[in-house]
């Protein structure tokens, strides 16, 4: 059964900072993962999409990586900003599967 | 493109009660899944539905069911419902099952008192 680890659970930074983000999964046999940022209260907007078949993906001040051998994924987040305050949730498709596992989630707190 | 639409957004129910929540996806989309989020368990798979088909089901009781229709929106039903259902449920759709990624729809809010 696949499981979804997010490390830290909270992170606070001033405003400015380069952060990293973890996710480990167990399974390595992934067709994909993705990169979910959830404000409060409010559903999950897609940040990233990486297919196991590459090892990074880049979307503006947003760069994730992945290794499927070693079961890990990393979110960037260059120049942090105070709108990025949210939580950011990975998730993982297993091969021959349809259906996503989620980590708990790293809640993001960027401060002016 | 119109985005993946959830209604309604809000819902105050009495235990006992049956809900049904609505999710209209992307156009062109015919992957459709559901997801019930809570603070203690996190996000968890319901069911997932493809061209009116459910090819999986999550861990969840019979209460829980749903069915998609010829334009691809979804439907899910609870019956008899718990306080434990409280929660907020997540509708995703795809292009190609999940292959593409998912998009998420902004939830439907569900208390029960």
């Known amino acids: 059964k696949q499981e979804v680890t997010q490390i830290p659970a909270a992170l606070s930074v001033p405003e400015g900072e380069n952060l990293v983000l973890n996710c480990s999964f167990t399974d390595s046999a992934i067709y994909n993962l993705q990169w979910f940022r959830q404000d409060p209260g409010k559903g999950l907007t897609s940040l990233l999409l990486i297919q196991s078949s590459q090892r990074e993906q880049t979307s503006g001040r947003l760069n994730a990586s992945l290794d499927k051998s070693s079961g890990r994924s990393t979110l960037y987040i260059a120049a942090s900003q105070p709108g990025d305050s949210a939580t950011y949730l990975c998730a993982v498709m297993n091969s021959g599967y349809s259906t996503l596992t989620f980590g708990k989630g790293t809640m993001l707190l960027v401060s002016p | 493109k119109a985005g993946v639409t959830q209604t309604p957004r809000y819902l105050i129910k009495t235990r006992g009660q049956q809900v049904t929540l609505s999710c209209s996806p992307i156009s062109g989309h015919r992957s459709v899944s559901w997801y019930q989020q809570t603070p203690g368990q996190g996000l968890q798979f319901l069911f997932e539905y493809f061209s009116e088909t459910q090819r999986n089901k999550g861990n969840f009781p019979g209460r829980f069911s749903g069915r998609q229709f010829s334009n691809s929106r979804s439907e899910m039903n609870v019956s008899t419902l718990e306080l434990g259902d409280s929660a907020l449920y997540l509708c995703?759709?795809?292009?190609?099952?999940?292959?593409?990624?998912?998009?998420f729809g902004s939830g439907t809010r569900l208390t029960v008192v």
């Open positions: 995703a759709s795809s292009l190609a099952g999940g292959r593409d990624g998912y998009t």
